[in-house]
């Protein structure tokens, strides 16, 4: 929201009071603090509030794709940096077909997209959506493969063809679904203006020069169509890294409502792509197109985005759960950690490298680390008894002892109280385990 | 056309400059590499004309016990040797050679200090690269380890790895009485990196001689932590902040140790290339948010790190 002063600018500065606040900047005061409705003075002009609408907009605005439970949101990002707050609206990735291939081809590509399925930590990652190229020139053609496209897979689609004509005809068969259509490039925007107008679909705007794109928001924004997508072209990694930071940086600095839109990127087949992919998912893309996306790098891709989305404030929690680690039996013993992932990601891996088995109870500290979650007093003797009889940890080890982390020794009396084991204290880090759990062998 | 004017955020400060490794003529018989001197966010040339300089440092240990199966593979029988190893880096292209020497262990193989330092010295005289030398992270002995190396490789300005809040002195004193520098590590806190780098000047040290290392969390295992914290302590830097001035060095052969990097996962691809792109992905991250030296374990994650850097107007 805009401050008292630029908002009182707009104001029809009577001081009638009719608002019941007794001057025109006492209302826009209140206005600022959204105490007040803009409705509530009767006198606006309409110029002011367009003006006033647009001044509180978010600095880039949110673009939706797709329908229903399909949808994939762009934008309405407010920060440079995830530590400031957070990134809010994940990288969307979307596979591209096109219509020369044959229905196996697509078939299969189609296949391959929907089999990049993982769960991680509670957390689905996978491909957004399906993007359909016209290389066929044909406008039948292209229909069909959309029709065929959208029998397949319910995901959002992006519609990419530059024949005006064609996406004119594409866009409207396919409006129910609320493609995205890419794009627009400045030989081209009128009548892609007009299409995205006539359909109610987002739009993407193509060039390289950043003060092109902005003229051709403009273009499109006298035409009411402010649902727009920016496609800045970067031919390599540096230009793209240069772009997007301009990009989000003016809009989120400076206010700069011409580049105040997500972004669309276009990867390249190949390693350099994948490494273009990985830095925009960091720096500020909104979608990114695939070409080819090879299995072993899906992965990597998918959980960078999952680390980089995550919010600061809210950990990213494993499961409560008993996990078994280098094939346990009856007779190894427990050791408990928290359930902050990377408290938890720490402690196994330093059992891995003991190669000594272990039963590791995951205790839910709402993902708290071990020192904190204590203090705070989310982990306690009967949260971490609570946590080994859901488990059913007392069934799967007779040793009948726990390890606990050294950071609560102090715990000790209480543990043995609550869950009759015998306690004996881990090591203060994670790092000492292994040494640890081998003398303890 | 209308007019995007740049920009630009207005920095105060600058990363400090270091070198690596000495020439003949300052008592050492190897190139340098020297690194920092940037004044903007990682790789924006409207920003900090300076093109920027990545050193990639190529992992390499004197006993195989915590060298990861794969990274091991990748070098077959040179990995059994740390001279033919580091030989291999560097014929491979690496800027640097980051020895560990865990054969000092006192728990495993034990090796004494003169060995040790023999590795050193022999692994030097095989190759022209600066070297980054680690003990075996057992802290009373590598405070002899490193007293030992450090003299005996006098004057070929080796980075000492590493001094921390609880364990600096030695480690210090070493590199202060022969002219090394030292990295200086916290564990993923902007506040904890700046206060050793204070310890470490408060000793002694110029700032000339400090590389910090915040923890470098693989992709998966806290990236987006490492990420943040690399993040602040350069804009930190770059705003005027003299402590966090000092470049920074990101390991990112801990991403081998993430299960999903190389367990058989369905619909995950071959292992092998998941996990180089494990430690490219976490190299990436590592680049972007700030670092000046990345250490790497597979030479196909340096390769594809290296591609990061040209591709993104960088030199190493
Ligand atoms: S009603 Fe409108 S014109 Fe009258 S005082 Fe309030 S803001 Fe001003």
New interface residues.
Partial sequence: MATAIEIFKHLPKKNCGECKYPTCLAFAMQLANNKAKLDDCPHMSEAGRNALASSSAPPIRLVRIGTGRNTVDMGDETELYRHDKRFFHPTAFALRVSDDLSIEELEKKVDHARSLHFERVGQVLKLDIVEVECRSGDGVKYVQTLEHVSKLVDWPLVLRCRDPVIMSAAANRMRERRPLLHGADPDNIKEMVATSKSSGCPLVLCSDDLGKLTDMVEVARKEGVEDLVLDPMPGNMKDMLERCTVIRRSAIRKTFRGLGYPIYLGMPVGKNGMLMALTAVMKYGSLLSFEEMPSSQALPLLVLRQNIYTDPQVPIQVKPYLYPVNNPGPDAPILFTTNFSLTYFTVLSDIEKSKVPVWLQVVDTEGLSVLTAYSAGKLTADSVRNALEASGANGRSNRGMLVIPGMVARMSVKLNESTGLQIVVGPKESSALPKFLRSMN | ???????K?KWTGSIGELELGNSQDKGGSRRSVRLGGNRG?P????EDGERRMIAMAGLVADSLD?VPQPVRDAFGDDAKDPVRWARTWAARGADLICLHLTSTNP?EGDASPESAADTVMAVLKAVDLPLIVYGS?HEEKDSKVLEKVGERARGERLLLGHAEESAYKSVAAAAMANGHAVIGFSN?DINLAKQIVILLTDFGLGKGDIVIDPLM?A???????S??VN??IR?SALSGDNMLRVPMICDCTSAW????ATDD?P?????L??GV??E??TA??AL?SGADILVLGHPEAME?AR??VS???GEN
């Fill in positions: 056309m209308a007019d995007v004017p740049l920009p955020e966010m790789f924006l040339s409207f915590e728990e992270g993923l969390a992709l998966g295992m806290g990236l987006e932590y990420y943040s993040e602040r804009i140790k993430a299960r999903e996962v619909h995950a691809g071959d292992t290339e998941r792109w494990w490219a992905t990436l991250a972007l594809l591609m990061a591709d993104l107007g």
